[in-house]
Every structure is written in C-alpha cells, then in structure tokens.
C-alpha cells in the first residue's frame, strides 16, 4: 500500500480546506499584518510597527470599552451559570409540565439579537416599558436603565441572561442524563442528605459540563456586541461601549483598520488567554481528587 | 439516548418548588407576551401610553401593512436563502471533509485536521476586518455568496462530522471496497446514510445560527434590499423615532421570530439530542 503518498483521499477535503484557506487563515494572518499598519478606507497605507497598539494602550476610550467588557461578563456569566444549573436540576424529571416549563426556558435563545433588543427597549425604557409601567402600578418612579451610567451595564446583563439562558440548561439536563444511577442509590443507602448528595456526587460529576458552560460563555459575552450597539450605541457617554463596539466604531465608523485590527488582535488574545486560564485552572483543580 | 424520563431521582418536588418554576417561567414569556400584545394595538393608541397594550381592542392592522412593506417580505425572503444556502454547503463540505479525515489517507492529514480544529479557538471579530476587505476586492459585498461564503468555513462542521463518521465502523466500508466500490461510492452509498442524524443536527444548529447571524450582514449588506431580517430589524429599530408606530416594530419583530419557532419546535429533538453529546465530549 502506498496510502501515504495517496494524494486522492485529499480531494474530498480540498473544497473545505480551499475557502478555509481563504475566508478563514488568510485573514487571520492578513488581521496581524494591518494592525501593524496605518490603513485608511483610501490606499495601502503604511506600516507602523507597534504604533497602533501604542495608541491603544494610551485610548481612555479604548481602556474603558475593556473594562466594561470585562464588568458586564462577570455580570452575566455567573448568575447565568448559577440559574441554568438550578433549572436543570429542578426540570430533570419526567412529565408534560416540566417539559412545557423547559420549554419556555428555551424559547429566547432561538431569537436573534435584533430581536431580543426590539423587546427589551421597550422593556427597559422608562416612559414606554413593561419595567416602567409595573414600577408605576407600585407607585414607584420608573428608572432611567438605559441612560443611566450605573443601570446601563447591569440592563445589558439581565437582557443578555434573558436571552441565553437556554443552552447552558440544556447542557447541564444533558450532564445530568450522564451521571449513573447507582452512584445515587448508593448515597441513598449511606441516608445522605439531598444537599450531601449533591455536593458530593451531582456536582463533582458535572464538572466537565460546568466548565464547559463557564468557558463558552465567558468566550460569547468577551465579544458582546449587539445589545450594546442596539440598545444604547454604546453610551450614556461609553458606560456600555464594549470592546468589539469600539472596534466596529474605529473600522465601519472611522474606517481606521489598522488601528481597528490591532485592538481586534488584543480582543483575541485577551480570549485566548482567559479560555486556556479557565480551561487549565480546572485542569488542575480537578486532577486532585482523580478526576480527569 | 437517555431520555429525561428515564431517570427521575430528585424526588418530587415540592409545591414551593413548582410555584418558584411557574413564577421563573411567567417572567420568561412576559417580554414575550408584551411584544404579542403591542403587535397587536393600533399604533396611535400607544403613543405616549404604551399600557395601553394590556386591553382591547386589539387589531391585526399592523401585520397586514407588514405584507404590503415588499422590504420586510424581501429581508424574509434573503434570510431564507442565505440560512438555506449556508445550511446546504455546511452539509456538503463538511460531510465530504470529515468522510476524508475520518476514514482516508492522505499526506499531512493530522497537520491539516490540527489547523482546522485550531480555528475552533478564532472568535468572529478576529477576522472580520480582514473579511469584509477581502470580500470588497471580490465584488461579493450586497450580494447572496456574499452573505453566505463566510459561514461556510466554521470548522465545528468538519469537527463534528469527522468525530461521528470514526464512530461507524470500518467493516462496512471495507465490505464495499471488497465489492469494488470506488471511494466516492463508498462515501455516497454507505457513509452518507449512516451520517444522516448527525447530518439533521448539524442542518438544525446551522441554520439557527445563520438565520440569527447578526455581525457579517450587518458590514456586508449595505442596501436595503439585500438586508437580511436581522439587519432590516436592526436598521428599522434605531430609525424607530422617526418612522412607523410601535405596534407595527413589534409586529415586524413578531413576523421574524414566527419562521424560527417554527423550526425550534419541530427540531427540538435534534437539539436536545445534540446538547447531550456536547456534554460528553
């Protein structure tokens, strides 16, 4: 057989590999090499070396779009781990209602982000939303959430767990089909309590799954884009401008590519960096106790 | 696969239990419910008095002026096309892609898959820039190759094919090879229908995400007439202000989410089924 030197086999991947070539590595490496160079929408423009990245490091505007990043993914991802893994673990069981209440769980993450914002403007909004007339009915003044400074990151977060609640649920119902049988009838025969039981066996069996959510959630709302483009552009004055707002804003508002790719490249390797931590630290934290 | 039925261990819950679920439930689908019902008012009824929406009359006033809008019937129509075409050439290029790492050989065969699971890790707003320059210098902005080409290279779809079709096992293919069968036969004959629940997960999971995709048409459809729903959405409600009422934006946003429910409700198995295996990997 000279199954190696067989170049055939390769055809069946060519079509893939070519536009994965194209579409895919070729801007990949092309990303690098602008964000090396001052490009305007005109010309080929001129390369610069670090002097983008310099420029960001000094951009308050630019610094302030991280944080934000930062602060409403630590807004989000927590509580919505948290309310997914409770969800499954009180809809894992048989029976119309519990489906109908998965169900319903479910239904927002199917919507797309034009659509989640449509609904929640007119949610949030204090002179025309669902939140200001059920505030009035307390005699409550409604709140400002979208044009105020500290209310306009946590509006985001909330309308972004509305939205994904659903797949991390399902990824933990799915966990929770895996865990065997025995392991719970044997903790039923020690008369352990529900909250040993689940601390001791449900928990530490969907680590895997935990982790997964946390590193795919975190990924997403790293790169949050459209409920702050939509909702608020980025305001009141850039309190809910997140970095891939400002890169959109440098490259489709200003057309400055160079300086927007390099703040991409800082994105990526900021996501790179914090996917490899997450994924590493419960590595480890879990290799302890036999764990794989 | 295990269904939810078939292991019931957490007892039964209380009543607390059910009435905290019911309570966490009604506030899922009140956003819902309050976007139905401003559908459904007459748009001069709710200016400056949106609790209006919570009584009559109501009126189907705003979806019959959504099917005389020929741009709203349009953007339905390009999602159409664009969620379709990405899910077909997904399918196909995934299918053959994953057929010849998982089962040919070839030289640099581990190299080239290694690459192609390495762009797991390349979120969208990486490439972007550079995609919406090289797709200018082809001429393809504002156009359906345009807008589908870039969905086409998520490597997820050559990932999950390649893992299921090592799954099935080999004496099948080489029963057929003893037969005479060329490699294509073999791929078309007998892989291709062995692959075909994983090739339904794979269609459900990319056309939601290619319907839903917001960033790429966004940057590439720039006229109207070539925008898809999410965009022309997108565009209708930050000129929200000067145009149309509030009942006819939510009846638009009515009329996109109908087509996806649709689909979510009929594929829900293929969902669920796929969750469960990305909880094993």
Redesign the interface.
């Given at each position: 057989m000279t199954?190696?030197?067989?170049?055939?086999?390769?055809?069946?991947?060519l079509?893939?590999?070519a536009?994965?070539a194209?579409?895919?590595?070729?801007?990949?490496m092309?990303?690098v090499w602008?964000s090396l160079n001052q490009v305007d929408l005109f010309g080929d423009g001129h390369f610069v070396g670090f002097g983008n990245y310099a420029r960001l490091l000094h951009d308050p505007v630019f610094g302030t779009s991280l944080v934000n990043t930062f602060e409403v993914t630590l807004m989000i991802v927590p509580p919505l781990t948290v309310i997914a893994l409770f969800?499954a673990?009180?809809?894992?069981?048989?029976g119309k209602?519990?489906?109908i209440?998965r169900?319903?769980?479910?239904?927002?993450a199917?919507?797309?982000?034009?659509?989640v914002?449509?609904?929640?403007?007119?949610?949030l909004a204090p002179?025309?939303?669902?939140l200001g007339?059920a505030w009035k009915t307390f005699g409550w003044q409604p709140l400002p959430f979208l044009s105020d400074e500290h209310l306009v990151l946590p509006a985001l977060a909330l309308t972004t767990i509305?939205w994904s609640?659903g797949?991390p649920m399902?990824?933990?119902?799915?966990?929770l089909?895996?865990i065997p049988?025995d392991m719970?009838e044997a903790a039923a025969l020690d008369h352990s309590s529900?909250w040993t039981t689940f601390w001791r066996i449900t928990l530490p069996s969907l680590r895997?799954?935990l982790v997964?959510v946390v590193m795919l959630q975190t990924?997403a709302q790293l790169?949050l884009?459209?409920q702050s483009q939509?909702l608020t552009a980025g305001g009141p004055s850039g309190a809910s401008r997140t970095a891939?707002l400002f890169?959109f804003e440098a490259?489709?508002g200003r057309w400055e590519?160079g300086y927007?790719?390099a703040a991409?490249?800082i994105?990526?390797l900021i996501?790179?960096a914090v996917?490899i931590t997450q994924y590493w630290a419960t590595g480890r934290a879990t290799g302890a106790d036999g764990g794989r | 696969m295990p269904t939810v039925a078939a292991n019931i261990r957490r007892g039964r819950l209380t009543p607390l239990g059910w009435g905290g679920l019911i309570f966490g439930a009604l506030i899922m689908v009140a956003p819902l419910l309050w976007t139905l019902l401003l559908s459904l008012k007459n748009n001069s009824e709710l200016v400056g008095h949106s609790g209006a929406a919570l009584h009559g009359p109501y009126t189907f006033e705003n979806y019959v002026a959504i099917f005389g809008n020929s741009l709203t019937t349009r953007w339905l129509l390009n999602s159409a096309i664009v969620a379709l075409g990405q899910t077909a050439g997904v399918l196909i290029l995934a299918s053959l892609a994953g057929y010849a790492f998982a089962r040919l050989e070839f030289p640099f065969r581990r190299t080239l898959f290694v690459i192609v699971l390495l762009g797991l890790a390349v979120p969208s707003q990486a490439v972007i820039l550079p995609q919406h320059e090289l797709f200018a210098w082809l001429h393809l902005h504002n156009s359906y190759p345009g807008l589908i080409l870039p969905g086409l290279v998520a490597p997820f779809g050559v990932f999950f094919m390649t893992t299921y079709m090592r799954g099935i096992p080999r004496e099948l293919d080489e029963a057929a090879m003893l037969d005479g069968a060329s490699r294509w036969t073999i791929f078309w004959k007998v892989i291709v229908p062995l692959t075909i629940p994983a090739q339904s997960t794979l269609a459900v999971f990319t056309f939601l995400g290619a319907w839903n995709d917001y960033w790429w048409p966004l940057i590439s459809a720039t006229r109207s007439d070539m925008y898809t729903l999410t965009v022309g959405l997108a565009a209708a409600q930050m000129n929200y202000a000067q145009t149309s009422g509030l009942g006819y934006l939510m009846a638009q946003a009515v009329f996109a989410s109908i087509p996806i429910f649709i689909v979510y409700i009929v594929f829900q198995k293929q969902i669920v089924r796929a969750m469960a295996g990305a909880a094993l990997q």
């Open positions: 199954a190696a030197r067989d170049w055939r086999g390769l055809l069946f991947a079509p893939f590999l536009l994965y194209l579409i895919l590595i070729f801007p990949l092309r990303g602008l969800l673990l009180a809809l894992n069981r048989a209602g519990a489906a209440i169900g319903i769980f479910f239904s927002s199917v919507l797309s982000v034009t659509i914002t449509l609904i929640w403007r007119f949610i002179d025309a939303g669902l007339e509305w609640l797949f399902l990824l933990f119902l799915a966990g089909q895996q049988e719970y529900r895997r799954t997964l990924a790169q884009f459209g939509l891939v890169l490259a489709f590519l927007a790719s991409a490249e994105l990526f996501i790179l996917t | -």
